[in-house]
């Protein structure tokens, strides 16, 4: 039997929720208040038997407020645990290195993880991360510039890609942020 955490807190643009491990990590995250949209997206291995509901994660938590904040960096230093295959692995791995406001195309995310050829496998790595936020997915976007999926919404990822940008290529805290519903 193995016991996570999870916790949910309000942001911007709706619930945001984390899923970690015993050892503070995290499993999984998203904007929803349903563990039920995150525990799936967990590698059967690493998922957990039960789930304790918590107020806050201590630093994770912190880590999540203070981005949507303004705070992108934040973000960087909060440990993910996830499994797949070797590729996709690397390719979460690599994701966390494209900075905020500086978003990449698939073509491009192929090309960082040293498989220029394998766009379609680079685009799976995004639709398969189960730590949205911490591996930012949202950072990838279609070849031809346009803003692609995302689980999420689209109304979401164009929220992130926004915020990073302002943050990101001014230095500020946007003024206004409104909240997706």
Known sequence: MTTAY???VDTPIGPF???????DVVLASGWTADLGDLL???QPSLRPTEVEAKAELGHITRAVRDYHAGELLVIDDIEVLQRSGEFREHAWHVLRTVPAG???TYR???ELAGRPAAIRAAAGACAYNAATLF??????LRT?????????GAEIKQWLLDH???VGGLGVVPQKQTRLD
């Open 6 to 8: 999870s916790s949910t």
């Open 17 to 23: 929720t984390t899923l970690v491990n015993d050892h």
């Open 40 to 42: 799936p997206q967990v």
């Open 102 to 104: 500086k978003p990449v």
């Open 108 to 110: 491009q995310y192929a």
């Open 135 to 140: 591996v930012p997915c949202h950072r990838v």
């Open 144 to 152: 031809d510039g346009s803003i692609g999926g995302f689980r999420w």
């Open 164 to 166: 990073e940008e302002v």
